[in-house]
């Protein structure tokens, strides 16, 4: 199998507060996890990609000193929104993919974070 | 500049019928295809995949063709089933490991 979880499913948080999600992969050690957001009826939209042991790459826009990400070993990246504001609800996804084959991404089943 | 489109928002199918998504890219570099199916509130869920040296890749119900010199691959479910209803997104993988992914296409399966 190729199985991702992620931690919290769903979190509500005040504005100003910062939130953590965790994203694992279960069976399998991931070389390079992605992270996304999704807005409502639209597409996945990248925000970062990260590979255990370096620093992630940010697609642009993104602003990596809000959106902090970590990937400590090859089954565990972090994404932290830093001082979270409402417009940061979104649903928060993240992928990674195994070793031996980097063309297909197994997805987590994501996080809904929304900021009041 | 969207690479990857799916021009068709919605579809809708009579159970048991042929389900036929389609999307079409415009990077030539792109060398893998994706489809992933995905519910509200759940990651997307791999599907079934397509190398472009191939232009046809079949998996129980799922099937997806790739046609490279029009740029266009398609997934055709068939018998389609009610619990198909979902929506599917088709991605594009270059040699960076980065999927581009298309709008998506709701699919609605009737009874």
């Known amino acids: 199998g190729a199985v991702v979880s992620q931690h919290p499913s769903r979190v509500i948080c005040k504005s100003g507060t910062s939130v953590k999600i965790e994203c694992r992969s279960l069976?399998?050690?991931?070389?390079?996890m992605f992270w996304y957001r999704q807005f409502p009826k639209q597409s996945l939209m990248l925000m970062a990609t990260?590979?255990?042991?370096?620093?992630?790459?940010?697609e642009q826009g993104v602003e990596k000193d809000k959106f902090l990400i970590n990937h400590a070993s090859l089954t565990l990246s972090t994404l932290t929104v830093t001082s979270a504001h409402p417009e940061d609800s979104s649903f928060y996804i993240c992928?990674?993919?195994?070793?031996?084959?980097?063309?297909?991404?197994?997805f987590g089943p994501g996080t809904r974070l929304t900021v009041l | 500049d969207q690479q990857v489109k799916q021009n068709s928002p919605s579809l809708s199918v009579q159970e048991g019928r042929i389900s036929i998504l389609n999307c079409d890219y415009t990077?030539?570099?792109?060398?893998?295809f994706l489809w992933y199916k995905k519910y509200p509130a759940e990651g997307p869920t791999f599907l079934i995949s397509?190398?472009?040296?191939?232009d046809k890749n079949e998996d129980g119900r799922f099937t997806v063709f790739l046609n490279k010199s029009a740029k266009h691959l398609s997934l055709h479910i068939v018998p389609s089933q009610p619990g198909d209803s979902a929506v599917y997104f088709c991605?594009?993988?270059?040699?960076?490991?980065?999927?581009?992914f298309g709008q998506g296409t709701t699919l609605q399966v009737k009874p």
């Open positions: 992928s990674a993919s195994r070793q031996e084959s980097t063309d297909t991404q197994y």
């Open positions: 069976d399998f050690q991931a070389t390079t």
């Open positions: 990260s590979n255990e042991g370096s620093k992630a790459t940010y």
């Open positions: 990077n030539s570099m792109f060398d893998y």
């Open positions: 397509i190398s472009s040296i191939k």
């Open positions: 991605a594009a993988n270059s040699n960076t490991g980065k999927l581009i």
